[in-house]
């Protein structure tokens, strides 16, 4: 069974930092090739896109979060991360990873792209 499991929200002051890790598992994912990514949800706001990272590592970001986000993978793990630096009280937000299983080199942005989603983590930044 596919499973998506983040970990690592919580509550963060103003310019401080979080990382979250989400960790793939099931036969689903045995493969290569698929494209992990991140979205965001604040409060009365549709799901947006955040970051994403290719099989090979080609990485994408939303305008709001560069400079800022970083996101990574350990393929041996099944696993993507995001390290969020220098936070902001907009950062505020229910954060899902996703998976989307098509073998490309490119980064899809939009949500119907991803076929996979975690529970997701809550992350709140106090100003």
């Known amino acids: 069974q596919a499973q998506l499991v983040e970990s690592g929200g919580g509550l963060v002051q103003a310019g401080g930092s979080l990382r979250l890790s989400c960790a793939a598992s099931?036969?689903?994912?045995?493969?290569?090739?698929?494209?992990m990514g991140w979205f965001r949800q604040a409060p009365g706001k549709e799901r947006g896109f955040v970051a994403g990272i290719s099989w090979s590592r080609s990485t994408y970001y939303a305008d709001s979060v560069k400079g800022r986000f970083t996101i990574s993978r350990d393929n041996a793990k099944n696993t993507v991360y995001l390290q969020m630096n220098s936070l902001k009280p907009e950062d505020t937000a229910v954060y899902y990873c996703?998976?989307?299983?098509?073998?490309?080199?490119?980064?899809?942005?939009?949500?119907?792209?991803?076929?996979?989603w975690g529970q997701g983590t809550q992350v709140t930044v106090s100003s």
């Open positions: 099931g036969r689903t994912f045995s493969g290569s090739g698929y494209v």
């Open positions: 996703a998976v989307d299983m098509r073998t490309s080199p490119v980064v899809t942005t939009t949500e119907e792209g991803y076929d996979y």
